[in-house]
């Protein structure tokens, strides 16, 4: 870039020399000195001073405008700018995308929750009332990540136990989650994962659920042994999620925002984030900067067609890194099993020398032989493969797109007028939405597996990827 500027000032000089000079007797003046332009007044007046040195030359102007002139003071203007300044840093590149939500049962939401982070752009969503056991199958539990992402949960129990609660974290897969035991709490239900994004930048990352009912005094001494924990990992913090804790202190309770207060922590959600007009969900940071500026920032709510909860999004101080080029997957080498060595390992296994009679414990007799013989001739084993980057998370019919739209407008509309009339239109548009986003993952679903109809190979590994199977 300085080698074109120069050649265009030779060019444009040799074709506009610039004004004259003319001699003049200034006594004052030292010879050797450089140049200046200025008159021979000028020049005794300030020569005494040493402000200015000239030649024995004086600038005469021209009648006319010179291009050399006038190209050398836009340069002299722009002297501050670099001549390859580089790309600016752009919020996606130095923040990464964090979305809050109240899910209302995630079980057989996930066409939705993929919608919502393809949507938004979202590089991480802490989800609370998944519900979702821990017994779920992998099918269920891992099927909330759309491609390209991954999920950490924390259960309330079994299928057994009380339905309800249940945390999630959803994250890029290039951004490693690692669990952080900080305690359990019987007021309310915690999940801490420690993020690591671009360059070892790290943030704790807490998702809190705690369910409706009274404030009492167990539940602000356990909240502060959980920030006393926190705290005690050395490391920038986020806080979020459904809290329940209306009051009339910014729309929180007042022993629970004094708690906040104490520990330095400042409530970024200013608006409802429920139907009923309370503040429940809540995202909670330090005041105090980070390097890279503030940890939270731009915060907004939005509604979603499927929760009576709203989306909470905001911009965490966290860079994600650029997107794996390979991808690690695990597999057996079932084509190089010796298959009668592995019949003879079959035959001589308990299969056929334990008598069941109940059908349920011979179906976990069987898997557990097959599954160790297997280990044995064809022992799982970790491949990697190149990523394309693109991933199926947003694959949306035309009818879908349309009920989305017709979704936003009559909520626009709703909450423009209040009228009841838009408010039963508004709903019936969000059970459309929501329709229409299911029917089109299943409408997917249904593509792929007949797009590998009559090949059994190409479908046991389409269902595998469907169902989340590694076995």
């Not at 001589?348 to 097959?370: I, K, T």
């Not at 709903?427 to 109809?453: G, T, W």
Request: include cysteine; aromatic fraction near 4%.
């Amino acid at each position: 870039m300085c080698a074109a500027i120069v050649v265009l000032l030779a060019v444009i000089t040799s074709l506009h020399p610039g004004p004259e000079f003319v001699p003049h007797d200034c006594t004052c003046c030292q010879p050797d000195t450089a140049v200046i332009v200025v008159s021979p007044q000028l020049c005794r007046l300030l020569a005494d001073r040493r402000l200015l040195a000239v030649t024995d030359r004086v600038y005469r102007p021209r009648p006319h405008r010179s291009p050399s002139a006038v190209l050398v003071a836009l340069l002299l203007l722009l002297g501050g700018v670099e001549c390859n300044p580089g790309p600016s840093a752009s919020p996606s590149s130095s923040s990464s995308s964090m979305g809050l939500l109240n899910a209302r049962s995630a079980r057989h939401k996930a066409p939705l929750i993929h919608d919502v982070i393809a949507d938004n752009h979202l590089d991480l969503l802490l989800l609370t009332e998944t519900w979702i056991p821990s017994d779920a199958p992998d099918a269920v539990k891992l099927d909330v990540a759309p491609p390209g992402y991954s999920v950490v949960h924390r259960p309330r129990g079994s299928s057994t136990e009380q339905r309800g609660g249940g945390l999630a974290v959803i994250h890029r897969e290039c951004v490693r989650a690692t669990p952080v035991d900080v305690g359990d709490y019987s007021e309310f239900e915690s999940l801490t994962v420690k993020l690591v994004g671009r360059r070892s930048a790290s943030v704790v990352a807490v998702c809190v659920y705690r369910p409706p009912g009274a404030v009492t005094a167990t539940f602000i001494n356990q909240l502060s042994d959980l920030l006393d924990q926190v705290t005690l990992l050395d490391s920038p913090f986020v806080i979020a999620g459904d809290f329940n804790v209306p009051g009339d202190v910014d729309g929180l309770d007042s022993r629970t925002a004094d708690v906040f207060m104490q520990y330095g922590l400042r409530q970024h959600v200013s608006c409802a984030t429920h139907c009923d007009g309370n503040v429940l969900d809540l995202v909670l940071s330090q005041d105090s900067e980070t390097r890279r500026g503030q940890l939270v920032s731009e915060v907004a709510v939005q509604s979603v067609c499927f929760s009576d909860h709203q989306l909470v999004t905001c911009r965490l101080g966290l860079p994600p890194p650029p997107s794996p080029v390979t991808k690690s997957f695990i597999y057996r080498a079932l084509r190089r099993i010796d298959k009668e060595a592995f019949r003879q390992d079959i035959l001589r296994s308990d299969l056929f020398g334990s008598v069941q009679s109940d059908p349920d414990e011979y179906a976990d007799l069987f898997d557990a032989e097959v599954t160790r013989i297997l280990d044995i001739h064809a022992p799982l084993r970790t491949g990697r493969r190149r990523s394309s980057g693109q991933h199926d998370m947003h694959v949306l019919s035309d009818e879908a797109h349309q009920a989305k739209q017709l979704r936003r407008r009559l909520e626009r509309r709703c909450r423009r007028t209040g009228l009841q009339s838009d408010k039963q239109a508004y709903n019936a548009a969000c059970k459309a939405a929501r329709d229409s986003i299911m029917k089109s993952r299943a409408d997917h679903i249904k593509s792929q597996l007949q797009e590998v109809s009559g090949d059994i190979r190409r479908t046991w590994r389409t269902a595998k990827n469907l169902l989340h199977s590694t076995q």
